[in-house]
């Protein structure tokens, strides 16, 4: 079966992946295994909500994933963070928000 989405990661979700790799590995294992199954399966396949400005954010215990949909197949993820309270805070939905359109000026035009 061919995947519905590409999970495309900024450079600062990327680096917060691989730290979380080094912390903390069945966090790690959890965020990647739900963004894999997001990406065959479709968000409904996985713990994902809508949070604002387009933002949403998939959940694997207390790893969140915030991304945006980029061009109907593609999820581009701006933050990775652990979190322990039910709320988004509103800086991390900042940051993601500011590290996506960041890395759609530098890599998608």
Known sequence: MDKL??????????????KLQKSNIADYKKIVK??????KFGKDACNS??????????K???VRAYYKYYENSIIIIGIIVLKKTQKAP??????A????????????E
């Open 5 to 18: 989405f590409r999970a495309e990661f900024t450079n600062e979700a990327f680096e917060q992946l691989c």
């Open 34 to 39: 739900a963004v894999a199954i997001f990406e």
């Open 49 to 58: 909500r809508p949070l604002k400005s387009g933002l949403f954010e998939i």
């Open 60 to 62: 694997a215990d207390q």
């Open 90 to 95: 509103e800086r991390y939905i900042e940051q």
């Open 97 to 108: 928000l500011n590290n996506i359109e960041r890395y759609l000026k530098e890599n998608k």
